[in-house]
């Protein structure tokens, strides 16, 4: 019997015995800070888009002037806005999820998602341009520390 062994091949751990690729705690960490932030986001934009009038009311019974102003912002913003940021949400957390199950369509799912949310105000919210602040702050930073681990990601 003739057994060829090159000892002189270098092969990836995870691959040596075609075990999947394991996911980094980084990883992890960063898909739960999006499960958790997106999360809580989506539902509020929902609890926004179906309450809107109730809350409206609400906000115009208080006579604080913190609340008059952050009233009179939510009256400038188009309903329709706290619906297509819902999806978003939506689309982020799910984004997320299949970057947590290494698949890397959920990065640019992810990345869509984020993206569009940062410009979403400049067209629905009267005298309001893009968040810079938070594409700067937040959602550049994420993007980025996604795509470092797009080399674990099928």
């Known amino acids: ?82 619906f297509v940021d819902f999806i978003l949400y939506i689309g982020s957390v799910a984004g997320a999820l299949l970057m947590f199950n290494l698949k890397k369509i959920g990065f640019h799912i992810y990345t869509v998602s984020n993206i569009l949310l940062v410009l979403t105000p400049a067209f629905f919210v009267e005298g309001q341009g893009i968040n810079f602040m938070g594409l700067i702050l937040i959602t550049l930073p994420f993007i980025v520390l996604y795509a470092m681990h797009l080399k674990y990601m099928k």
């Open 1 to 82: 019997m003739n057994y060829n062994v090159d000892y002189n091949t270098e092969v990836e751990p995870h691959k040596q015995f075609n075990q999947p690729n394991k996911r980094p705690i980084s990883l992890t960490i960063l898909c739960i800070l999006t499960f958790i932030a997106s999360g809580f986001s989506a539902l509020s934009n929902i609890s926004w888009a179906i309450l809107y009038d109730t809350f409206s009311e609400i906000l115009l019974t208080n006579e604080s002037p913190l609340v008059q102003q952050m009233a009179d912002t939510i009256l400038a913003t188009n309903r329709s806005l706290f």
